[in-house]
T-cell receptor
Framework: DTEVTQTPKHLVMGMTNKKSLKCEQH?????MYWYKQKAKKPPELMFV???????INESVPSRFSPECPNSSLLNLHLHALQPEDSALYLC???????????????FGEGSWLTVV | AQKITQTQPGMFVQEKEAVTLDCTYD???????LFWYKQPSSGEMIFLIY??????QNATEGRYSLNFQKARKSANLVISASQLGDSAMYFC????????????FGAGTRLFVKA
């Protein structure tokens, strides 16, 4: 079983709604990630938090707002999304290490988002 | 710039046979790591195996092995004794030693295991 859990598994929201995706990891990792994945495509990095501070924002539109309340939790707040934002959103975590192996990313099961 | 290439969009394999999924990469960083992930239709990305650029031996994890040919910049995944549950999307990925938190992924290969 994965040690990175995401809720909800499925979410349908209207373009005027405000919703949040939640992620929790139990691996003691200090880096957490949000990825977006469209059908038949590889995951695309959105945000990275390291030691609860935002480290990377890959020019993501402001309608996506990440939050890292503590080292185990990561949220993605959604507001005024567009239908093209419909995708699988994957949360992940890793150690913070200077070695590539130490930075192996472990993913959650993902949240399937549909914007109508 | 780092780059990962998977040239096989789809592969078929008979149950109980072995299959090789191709991956080539490009980087100028002497320190890097190569990863393979499996993604079933349920969506979860499952980490399978890791190979470091300085590792002398090919990585193995159960039925998975990584055929690492550094001079050719290839890191092919070999799955032995295929099972129906191996049907999934497989992604090759790379992280450079100087790349910080960025892992880049190949386009993926869809594997179909036939009974």
């Amino acid at each position: 079983d994965t040690e990175v859990t995401q809720t909800p598994k499925h979410l349908v929201m209207g373009m005027t709604n405000k919703k949040s995706l939640k992620c929790e990891q139990h691996m003691g990792h200090r880096a957490m990630y949000w990825y977006k994945q469209k059908a038949k495509k590889p995951p695309e990095l959105m945000f990275v938090y390291s030691y609860e501070k935002l480290s990377i924002n890959e020019s993501v539109p402001s309608r996506f707002s990440p939050e890292c309340p503590n080292s185990s939790l990561l949220n993605l707040h959604l507001h005024a999304l567009q239908p093209e934002d419909s995708a699988l959103y994957l949360c992940a975590s890793s150690q913070v290490s200077s070695l590539p192996l130490g930075n192996t990313i472990y993913f959650g099961e993902g949240s399937w988002l549909t914007v109508v | 710039a780092q780059k990962i290439t998977q040239t096989q969009p789809g592969m078929f394999v008979q149950e109980k046979e072995a299959v090789t999924l191709d991956c080539t990469y490009d980087t100028s960083d002497p320190s890097y790591g190569l990863f393979w992930y499996k993604q079933p239709s349920s969506g979860e990305m499952i980490f399978l195996i890791y190979q470091g650029s300085y590792d002398q031996q090919n990585a193995t994890e159960g039925r998975y092995s990584l055929n690492f040919q550094k001079a050719r910049k290839s890191a092919n995944l070999v799955i032995s004794a295929s099972q129906l549950g191996d049907s999934a999307m497989y992604f090759c990925a790379m992280r450079e030693g100087t790349g910080g938190f960025k892992t880049i992924f190949g386009a993926g290969t869809r594997l179909f295991v036939k009974a």
